[in-house]
């Protein structure tokens, strides 16, 4: 018998999901990343306005936007492992996490980037800037948590709990920031960046913007896979599945 | 059956602690869990108790699954671990008090009879902390004695007592077990020579 | 053998057992004062070096008196917030509170109302001298006081969220208020923008009205959050 048999059989099967999945997500990732790239920073027209400076959006949109989804994912990832004790969820909490938080750095790196040559300074208080710099706090949270348990079931358990508080928490932090934002307006150059969003932009900038979205997140997908995967490994490594894949030879442990 | 553990199996990290342990309590029964350091005895006591959720199996109050029944288990277990739950600003009788009264019981005089009982006289009034571990672990066996919960669950009852406490310990345990209570504990010592009759339960280390 | 009868003893009515949980920390706390008093003297100090390092102009001070008084307030609540659930998880008190035979959340929530009753009623009252301190216009005196009601509730309940997460890792203060100032955000623009409201001479309605909402939901949903986090503790 296998000393370190254990309960679950669940994670080389999502393992081998994911590792079957993956191709399907890294090729089109790649192409979708070229093309937006390309198509973004070279075809795409001039902004009237803001010259050549807008390109900056084809990362900092989908940055953004897909910082606030991976947040939901890791929350829905820690309610299936709280509510149906799922250990892969736990494991995929954990892959998102660090994925999110860059996303989320992005975002705001890129914001302040733009922000530079349109109102004169890297850093205003603008409703979505610190938005997104709450959203890095939360994540940051999230891993320190899980970091400061011993008990990696127990940090996972624990980092499972804060998300899922986080995530019913931040349509209330965003309703109060845009909020307050409004109530502290000081001028009108922080909505410069909001008429870029809104549905008035041009299907020549709009096209290219779309294809980054769905890049960002196939590309920002494989790295959650990758995390998840070489977790489950490291985690499985003593198990003689884990070592057959990694071609290491089994080496029989009898039990005394 | 008062207490029923199905199948219990508990995994520490990447460790199996033990697995596929049954276990049948019933009244008037004394169960001592046996083993090593580290063999997961403790984790067995909580997962009883329900403080530790087990990683496979069932723990059943009087057939019924202890998280579908839990205040009526509750009402009727008695859990003292490693930690006592006294705390150490209050006087014995302060603590003795608040356990008294979750269980629905007031003393209407000052319980200077049972602190009495459990050797703790002319302490009363102290806060605990000042107190020795062996009379703060007095206090929270104290609770032994005006509790009316038919199953005790003990983890180590005996750590920390002088002789006479470890006597006066062994007489309301039989006391417990002669009303028809059970008592499901830790220990090293060795309980055989006792007027009760003991089952044991053995852990081993697994690796 | 006999077959084990149901216990006929009668079970103990929920709201004597919250009761006994609030007296007897009650009686805790009133024997370690000095743990109360700290986080009053700390907030008093950082409230006085405001003015040292903005200067002592009144109508800067007035401009910023509730916003300083708030984020101190957030400040040093986060100093005495391990209290909650730190010295019942040395002692033990933490897994009997666990084992009574009422829902855990009920047992929290008795938690929840000693650490509001110890921590945030002494703020509320030397509110006024802070106010005063830092040249709050006297108008906004009452919503300022008035925020802090209702709105510290929240503290105490998200506090217990990130207590119980957090008690078994002896970390201190530090992961403690990365978990949770963040999610205290909007408590602090609700209430800033209250007072700010009524000195401009418009009603404070509005964001009262969000910090209750925000207050009663915190108050009903943590419990809960705080039950699972624990669990996970106490294993």
Known sequence: MWQWLHPYAKPEATFHLVQKLLPWFLIPGLILSAVALVWGLAIAPQDYQQGESYRI??????????????????????????????????????????????????????????????????WVWDARLTAQLILLFLYLGVMALYIAFEDERAGAKAASILALVGVINIPIIHYSVYWWNTLHQQSTVTRAITRLEAPSIAPEMLYPLLVSIVAMMLVSAVLVMKRLNNEILRREIHRPWALTYLGIPVVQRNEE | MLLQGRELQSVRGERVLFSNINLDVASGQLWQIEGPNGAGKSSLLRILAGLLPAQQGDVLFQGEEIQQCRERYYHDLLFIGHKSGIKPELTA???????????????????????????????????????????????????????????????????ALDVDGIAMLHDRFQVHLAQGGAIILTSHQDLQSMSYPVNRLQLRYQH | MSKPTPNTRKPVA??????????????????????????????????????????????????????????????????????????????????????????????????????????????????????????????????????????????????????ALTVSLNKGGALLSLLLLPLLVPLLIFATAAVEATLAGVSPAGPLALIGAFSVLSVTLAPFAVKAGLRVSVN
């Open chain 3, 14 to 163: 929920s709201g004597q057992i919250f009761r006994q949980i609030i007296r007897r920390d009650l009686r805790v706390a009133m024997r370690q004062r000095s743990d109360l008093l700290n986080p009053l003297i700390f907030l008093l100090i950082v409230i006085t070096l405001f003015p040292l390092g903005v200067g002592p102009g009144p109508d800067i001070l007035g401009r910023i008196a509730a916003g300083v008084i708030w984020v101190s307030a957030l400040l040093s609540a986060m100093l005495g917030l391990e209290r909650i659930f730190r010295d019942d998880f040395r002692d033990g008190a933490l897994e009997q509170l666990m084992l009574l035979p009422v829902a855990v959340e009920f047992s929290v929530l008795a938690k929840i109302i000693v650490h509001w009753l110890l921590t945030a009623v002494p703020v509320l009252v030397i509110t006024p001298l802070l106010a005063l301190l830092l040249n709050l216009p006297i108008q906004a005196w009452g919503v300022l006081w008035l925020t802090l009601l209702i709105g510290t509730p929240i503290l105490s309940a998200a506090g217990a969220i990130g207590v």
């Open chain 2, 93 to 159: 009788i302060e603590n003795l008090e608040f356990y008294a009264a979750v269980e629905g019981h007031e003393f209407s005089t000052p319980p200077y009879e049972l602190l009495a009982q459990v050797g703790l006289v002319g302490l009363e009034d102290i806060p605990a902390q000042r107190l020795s571990a062996g009379q703060q672990r007095r206090i929270a066996l104290a609770r032994l004695w005006f509790s009316q919960t038919r199953l005790w669950i003990l983890d180590e009852p005996f750590t």
């Open chain 1, 57 to 122: 959006i084809f990362v900092h949109v989908p940055a953004a936007m897909w910082s606030m989804g991976f947040y939901v994912a890791m929350a829905i990832a820690g309610l299936l492992a709280l509510v149906w004790q799922i250990r892969t969820a736990e494991l995929a909490l954990l892959a998102i996490a660090p994925v999110g938080a860059v996303l989320t750095f992005i975002s705001l790196f890129t914001g302040a980037l733009w922000g530079q040559p349109m109102w004169g300074t890297w």
